[in-house]
């Protein structure tokens, strides 16, 4: 299948820095990729959705000014995280869509990247 | 609103069948995904339904009814590393995935 690859795959920051995280397709051109953020025991919640060439979408209630996200790529996506504060700890998980084929285009996860804000 | 319900935590026992269900209501349907999450990590994807009846992929088989708003996954001759959360999600009708709040399947000796 698909291999989408992130990095960091950890960091750890302090309180007020910013953060950014890469969002790689290995194999494939996506223009389309999404942006997960998971707390602990709890499902993944859509953050936005980036197009390349465009600007993102931000779901209700995302800061689009705190979550900056960059598709300057068919490739590569990043999620900059603006001064960053501890309840912005969590798992961020991005996703590619692949080019339609047949009647969906299947989406492929990245690793993920654990951010911890001191 | 829309709104995907599954049982927060299954207990199974290794060896034996479990059945995951989902139920969904979203605005239009364009297919439901079953993923497998292991704890810290990304989900994978298991299965993709968009037609009524049963798909069969090894040990996992997952259903799907359109006119019932329901679908399971149902998973045989568990293993220990069954053990894991089941995220059900739904494309609607603008493309986007529509997440359920995941099952945690717990396998015991």
């Known amino acids: 299948g698909a291999v989408v690859s992130q990095h960091p795959s950890w960091v750890i920051c302090k309180s007020g820095t910013s953060v950014k995280i890469e969002c790689r397709s290995l194999d494939f051109q996506a223009t389309t990729m999404f942006w997960y953020r998971q707390f602990p025991k709890q499902s993944l919640m859509l953050m936005a959705t980036?197009?390349?060439?465009?600007?993102?979408?931000?779901e209700q209630g995302v800061e689009k000014d705190k979550f900056l996200i960059n598709h300057a790529s068919l490739t590569l996506s990043t999620l900059t995280v603006t001064s960053a504060h501890p309840e912005d700890s969590s798992f961020y998980i991005c996703?590619?869509?692949?080019?339609?084929?047949?009647?969906?285009?299947?989406?492929?996860f990245g690793p993920g990247t654990r951010l911890t804000v001191l | 609103g829309q709104n995907i319900d599954q049982p927060t935590e299954m207990t199974a026992t290794e060896g034996a069948i479990v059945q995951i269900n989902c139920t969904y209501q979203?605005?239009?349907?364009?297919?439901l995904f079953w993923y497998q999450q292991h704890a810290g990590e990304a989900p994978t994807f298991l299965s993709y339904?968009?037609l009524d009846g049963l798909e069969e992929k090894g040990r996992f088989s997952s259903f799907l009814s359109r006119s019932k708003g329901y679908s399971y996954l149902l998973l045989k001759e568990l293993q220990m590393k069954d053990s894991a959360s089941y995220l059900c999600a739904v494309l609607d009708s603008n493309y986007q995935l529509i997440w359920g709040a995941g099952t945690k399947l717990i396998i015991k000796p």
């Open positions: 339904n968009v």
């Open positions: 979203t605005s239009g349907f364009n297919g």
């Open positions: 980036s197009n390349e060439g465009s600007k993102a979408t931000y």
């Open positions: 996703s590619a869509l692949t080019p339609t084929s047949g009647s969906y285009n299947e989406q492929f």
